[in-house]
């Protein structure tokens, strides 16, 4: 038990929870909805093993992350530590393979190889990123941080390209793709930009162990004070781009949906930037770190709304 307690700790269990919440919600308020009088006999079972694939290759990235960031870690986080404590090392790296191998897989038989392999190369390319992420990226001036905002992104958007061809993923021919593609790319924005700050702010939480072992991270490069006003300028992006949307759908008179976000993610935002330049222990940027994903989950569930709008 303790060696599947810790394993589930190594793949960030609750993590690859929300990488299915989120494709779940996509799949089900959103594209059912728009498609419910043409959805393919077997879209359901695809959308299945997409949602697995993306669950391996996320659960690969975590595991070769804690791999090589044994030292780090070691300063960081060292009560959270699994790798080389309960794991060995060479079953991490094993594991690492074998979910990432899976994933692929499970992407060929998802989607049909010829006329969609290129949703396959770009699993194939997540898995490169993630391993080169942990060996090297995560270690540069924002190219870490851009990387996982894309991959972040990147759940969302292979459900859609899944179920249009990316050729013609804008066809206005067809009545339901443009939303499909609007209601895709919205949240997929949202994902980017909301993980573009938390990992700024996780870059300041994890400084110590970082400037240790010769990351060139934000904080490190720039300071603490200027990464603080990089995270409120995107932090005010959002918000305004959130606010913008608002206004849009009050044209619809989406009441309920209009109230919750901006109680449940407005709100909660506004706060988090006032709390931001206050912040100053490991504790507060952890505590900012963990409020950003309460918003990140938040904004995702507003996707129940449209099963009943749509």
Known sequence: MRLIAAFLKLVRL????????????????????LYRSVIPEKDLLHFILLVFASLFIAAAGYVINDYFDINIDEVNKPEK?????????????????????SGIVLTAIAVPVLQKWYLILANIACVALLWFYSTKFKKSLLVGNIV????????????????????????PGNHSQPKLFRFAFLYAGFAFVSTL???????????????KYGCR?????????????????WMVVLIVMLLIIQVY???????????YSLLLVVVPLALIFKKLFNASSTENYHHLSNR???????????MIFFYFYL
């Open 81 to 101: 530590m699994v790798v080389d404590r309960i794991i060995h090392r060479r079953w991490a790296i094993a594991w690492h393979f074998m979910l990432s191998f």
């Open 292 to 302: 950003i994903k309460l918003v990140m989950l938040t904004g995702i569930l507003s």
């Open 197 to 211: 700050i938390r990992e700024a702010i996780k870059d300041i939480e994890d400084i110590k162990g970082d400037r």
């Open 249 to 259: 759908i009050l044209q619809f008179q989406w009441w309920w949906a209009v109230a």
């Open 14 to 33: 609750p993590n690859l929870f929300f990488i299915a919440l989120t494709q779940g919600l996509f799949q089900f308020c959103i594209y059912y909805p």
């Open 217 to 233: 991270t934000m904080p490190i490069v720039w300071g603490i004070n200027a990464t603080k006003v990089y995270i409120a300028v």
């Open 148 to 171: 996982i905002s894309l991959l972040t992104a990147w759940t969302i958007l292979i459900i859609f390209f899944s179920k249009v061809s990316a050729g013609n993923a804008f066809d």
